[in-house]
Each structure stands twice: as structure tokens, then as C-alpha cells.
């Protein structure tokens, strides 16, 4: 390991490619609520997160994995439709905590047009809280239905799409 009085050792965080510090401060410069959006290979996690200096407090959070429990979902959660759904959730619970504004937060994921990232972005547009974004980037809405998978899958999405809403 080097060592000198020139020698800086920068952030476990940073050196493990976890967070980008730079890009954090300035959302939290906005002063709005973070969306957090991140997914694993079977999941996706949508949260709403205020900042405070004893540490972040997260607001309503919501998970792929809801979907199955509480409404009974039974497609895969690997799809961008579920993934839709989880915002809707997600920005359900969070303007029922009182939650109006937020900026989007996709930590280190590339942000490549119509991903699952950018369907729960919609999910929580569509529950009815203000984020800044590009239409561009945001996925069709035969793919957010499910349409490219399976014919079964477009009639539970905009069931379940009522569910949520409807507070079911």
C-alpha cells in the first residue's frame, strides 16, 4: 500500500465502485426527497429517501417481492412490467406518507433507454409524483404491459395496476 503524507486513501465506498460521492451531494443539493431505485437479478427496490445528517431516513419503500405477497402477482419478477408495478406501489406509499416531488437516484446503473430502472421511474410518475425526467428515456407502453411476453400478462398488470391505485 503506498504511503506519504501526499497519499490520500479515498472512501471504502468509492474504492469498491459503490457510490459515486459526486453524484450523491448534488441530488442532495436539490433539497427534494430521493427515489431510489436499484434491482438485483431476480428483484427490483424502489424507495423514497430524506436526507439527514444522523443518516438517511427512508419514507415508503417498496419490492418486487410485495407484488407476490400482498397482491398475489404470478409472473416473474425479472420483467419490466413488475418492475412498473413496484413504482406504482412504491409511489403509492410515498404520497400517502405525504411525498409530492423527489429526484431520481439510479446510483452507478447505466441508464440505457426502456430499462427496468426507467419503468419504475413510470410506475411512480404514474402514482402521481412530480420527478424531473426525459420522455426519451422512459420504456413504450406495450413493453411496461408486457405485450413482447405473453398475452395473459397485459390484463394482470392493468388489474393490478387498479389494485394498487384503488388501495386494494
Do not use: C
Not at 419514507?59 to 416473474?76: P, Q, R
Not at 411512480?124 to 406495450?142: F, R, T
Request: hydrophobic share 35%; aromatic share 4%.
Amino acid at each position: 500500500m503506498s504511503q506519504g503524507p501526499r497519499y490520500h486513501l479515498k472512501p471504502r465506498r468509492r474504492r469498491e465502485g459503490k457510490t459515486d460521492y459526486r453524484m450523491r451531494l448534488a441530488l442532495l443539493k436539490s433539497g427534494k426527497p430521493r427515489i431510489v431505485v436499484r434491482r438485483s437479478l431476480n428483484n427490483i427496490r424502489v424507495q423514497v429517501i430524506n436526507y439527514s445528517e444522523q443518516g438517511d431516513i427512508v419514507v415508503a419503500s417498496a419490492m418486487g417481492s410485495d407484488l407476490v405477497k400482498s397482491y398475489h402477482w404470478k409472473h416473474s419478477m425479472k420483467t419490466t412490467s413488475a418492475a412498473y408495478l413496484t413504482g406504482i406501489l412504491a409511489g403509492k406509499r410515498a404520497k400517502d406518507a405525504g411525498i409530492t416531488e423527489g429526484v431520481l437516484d439510479i446510483g452507478r446503473q447505466v441508464p440505457t433507454k426502456g430499462s427496468k430502472v426507467f419503468a419504475a421511474l413510470q410506475g411512480v410518475l404514474d402514482a402521481g409524483i412530480d420527478i424531473p425526467h426525459s420522455s426519451e428515456k422512459l420504456p413504450s407502453k406495450e413493453r411496461i404491459l408486457g405485450k413482447h411476453l405473453d398475452d395473459s400478462i397485459e390484463k394482470d398488470v392493468t388489474s393490478m395496476k387498479e389494485k394498487i391505485i384503488g388501495g386494494k
